[in-house]
Nanobody
Framework: QIQLVESGGGLVQPGGSLRLSCSAS????????VGWYRQTPGAQRELVAI????????FYTPSVKDRFTVSRDDARKTVSLQMNNLKFEDTAVYYC???????????YGQGTQVTVSS
């Protein structure tokens, strides 16, 4: 069992930056692929970025590649998402996740709102 708590969401203008952080509690954080999903009203949750356990291999959805950076600190049990050059379409609730590299996540945080607006 693992619990995830996000922080760092908010309101930002287009072109701005935000950094999301997620703290985990529970055992075996370093054995999970962790990362971020997002969801807008009426839509399914979509993968944003994930980082694999042990290898730290990363995967990004194409729309955020070269703008977002996912990182993890296993000693602190944290995962972060640095978001640069934010666009209107990045507006969503962002969820910290933990699970497998090849499946949908097993665990989600409660979510944090990111709003990109002028």
């Amino acid at each position: 069992q693992i619990q995830l708590v996000e922080s760092g969401g908010g309101l930002v203008q287009p072109g701005g930056s935000l950094r999301l952080s997620c703290s985990a509690s529970g055992a075996l954080f370093d054995l999970y692929t962790v990362g971020w999903y997002r969801q807008t009203p009426g839509a399914q949750r979509e993968l944003v970025a994930i980082i694999r356990q042990k290898t730290f291999e990363t995967f990004y959805t194409p729309s955020v590649k070269d703008r977002f950076t996912v990182s993890r600190d296993d000693a602190r049990k944290t995962v972060s998402l640095q978001m640069n050059n934010l666009k209107f379409e990045d507006t969503a609730v962002y969820y910290c996740t933990a699970g497998s590299w090849t499946r949908l996540p097993d665990y989600y945080g409660q979510g944090t709102q990111v709003t990109v607006s002028s």
